[in-house]
Each structure stands twice: as C-alpha cells, then as structure tokens.
C-alpha cells in the first residue's frame, strides 16, 4: 500500500471515529414529577446502562431529576412504585430510541404516566394493578 494511501485512510477513520464519539457524548436530563396527590410518595430506583443511579422518594408536586453523560448505548430504566399499587417497570431514556435526545419529562398522576414530546404531554402508560 503506498504511504499517500494509508494516509487517505487513516484520515477517513479518524474522522468517521470523531464524528460516531461526539454524537454521544452530551449530556441528558431525566426529570420526573409527582403529581399522584397530596401524601402519596413515589419510589423510584433507576440504572443507567445496568449501573446503580440510585433510590429516590418523590414527595406530591416534586420533581426529581437524574443527570448523567450519553454513553451508548445510554439506557436508563426504572422501576417507580408507590403504596397499594405494583411496581411499574419502564425506559425512561433510551438514546437510540427516545424523542427526548437530551431533556426528557415524566410526569406521574391519577389519569397515567405521561412524557412530554414536542411540548404537549403525552400518555404513556397506567400503574398496573
């Protein structure tokens, strides 16, 4: 391979290496609020591509928020519960797939849990019984 060659190619890769880093490495926001009523608590418990984010307790009409770095393949899933209901299991980010690329809203309340998409808050799911 002559030198002019390799140095095309290596060029190439650097730059198509530069531009698959960059589009992960933001940052995101997941906000999720509490709006279940007065005296009922969420209890939330998330991983960040299998690691630990941690347990939090959201008191009625507070919003928690989780702050991490895009690292693909940048998944958070949680678990939410709160007293006399199942847990409900659910992707709360997901980089690949999710409308929200870097601030994504949740909002729990009696009708559903609800994500903001394009400014209008969207159904979801129900807590499962």
């Known amino acids: 391979m002559?030198?002019?060659?390799?140095?095309a190619n290596f060029l190439i890769m650097v730059i198509i290496f530069s531009c698959a880093t960059t589009g992960f490495s933001k940052d995101a926001h997941v906000y999720m609020t509490n709006n279940l009523g007065p005296?009922?608590?969420?209890?939330?418990?998330?991983?960040?591509n299998g690691k630990e984010m941690g347990h939090q307790q959201i008191p009625y009409n507070w919003t928690c928020q989780w702050w991490f770095r895009i690292i693909y393949p940048g998944e958070l899933k949680c678990d939410?519960?709160?007293?006399?209901?199942?847990?409900?299991?659910f992707m709360a980010f997901n980089v690949s797939k999710d409308s929200c690329r870097a601030d994504c809203h949740w909002k729990f309340t009696p009708g559903g849990v609800f994500q903001l998409i394009d400014g209008k808050w969207v159904f979801q799911f129900n807590w499962p019984h």
């Open 80 to 89: 939410a519960n709160m007293q006399g209901a199942k847990q409900l299991d």
């Open 2 to 7: 002559d030198l002019r060659k390799f140095h």
């Open 39 to 48: 005296d009922t608590v969420i209890n939330l418990h998330c991983l960040k």
